[in-house]
């Protein structure tokens, strides 16, 4: 079983920068794939940005260029540093992991609770 707990959330102007962490316990860790997946009011989850157990990483169109994800195997723990953060980045953030890489929320088998990110204009 695998727990994760997503921290850093919260509101900033646009054009600010956060960066959200997801601390996951058990042993697994690098051999994981993980995600980041947001969740706006009415809209469907979707991948932000994922990190293969290799480190190879892949980006959402949208946020190309401006996110960027990496982990830190010793810690356990996955980053997401959002920079140029804009209105449409508001959402709520989940940090996922699953045993192989994929932009298909089901395809992870662990969550976290979510954590908000709010961009304001």
């Known amino acids: 079983q695998v727990q994760l707990i997503e921290s850093g959330g919260g509101s900033v102007q646009a054009g600010g920068s956060l960066r959200l962490s997801c601390a996951a316990s058990g042993r697994t860790f690098s051999s994981l794939a993980m995600g980041w997946f947001r969740q706006a009011p009415g809209k469907e989850r979707e991948l932000v940005a994922g990190?293969?157990?290799?480190?190879?990483?892949n980006y959402a169109d949208s946020v190309k260029g401006r996110f960027t994800i990496s982990r830190d195997n010793a810690k356990n723990t996955v980053y997401l540093q959002m920079n140029s953060l804009k209105p449409e980045d508001t959402a709520v953030y989940y940090c996922?992991?699953?045993?192989?890489?994929?932009?298909?929320?089901?395809?992870?088998?662990?969550w976290g609770q979510g954590t908000q990110v709010t961009v304001s204009s």
């Open positions: 990190i293969t157990s290799g480190g190879s990483t």
């Open positions: 996922a992991a699953g045993w192989e890489q994929s932009s298909i929320a089901r395809k992870y088998d662990y």
